[in-house]
């Protein structure tokens, strides 16, 4: 099983003794079988990099089920907004949205390094890519476990609110 407490420094540790993680090719990967929906992600990346109400690096989707009495929870990075949190990759840290997952859910890796733990765990987890037609900002470097068929006829456009998403925990105009 991959390590959930990668990159995430003991509170007694000086940042100053932590080196600067390089990572040549970020990655992450999503296991949706403890994303809660809870938006703890999306709320720490919007607050660590100061971004404007309306836009959504990582957007936490709550998507009805074909059942429609449940819902799967599945955060979605967007390709232009996502900068993988240099900031915090520069103080040797995990992105902020990696940081504040309650569940562990989100992992941060180096997709260019065969020995980064994320190699492992997406090939343990067998994770795969979210392949989205409609989807026009959709991260690429983002593998999911577990990730539900109907998904990728849900997504649309990526992290971006679009009044076609049946998501609904957002109020938005034309629905």
């Not at 540790?13 to 970020?26: A, I, Q, W």
């Not at 997504?155 to 049946?166: C, K, T, V």
Request: with cysteine; net charge negative; hydrophobic share 35%.
């Amino acid at each position: 099983m991959y390590d959930t407490s990668a990159g995430r420094p003991h509170p007694s540790v000086s940042l100053d003794t932590v080196p600067p993680r390089d990572v040549e090719r970020p990655g992450f990967l999503v296991d949706l079988r403890r994303c809660i929906g809870c938006h703890a992600c999306s709320v720490a990346c919007k607050t660590a990099h100061a971004i404007p109400l309306g836009e959504f690096p990582l957007r936490v989707r709550w998507l009805p089920r074909p059942d429609e009495k449940t819902f799967a929870f599945v955060p979605v990075f967007s390709e232009s907004r996502c900068t993988n949190d240099a900031e915090s990759l520069s103080a040797g840290l995990e992105p902020a949205c990696v940081r504040a997952c309650p569940t562990a859910a989100l992992v941060f890796g180096d997709l260019a390094d065969p020995e980064d733990a994320i190699h492992g765990a997406i090939a343990e987890l067998e994770a795969t890519r979210l392949e989205a037609p409609d989807a026009d900002d959709l991260k690429r470097d983002v593998h999911y476990v577990e990730l539900e068929d109907f998904v990728s006829g849900k997504i649309h456009r990526g992290a971006q609110l679009d009044p076609r998403d049946e998501d609904p925990i957002y109020e938005q105009e034309g629905r």
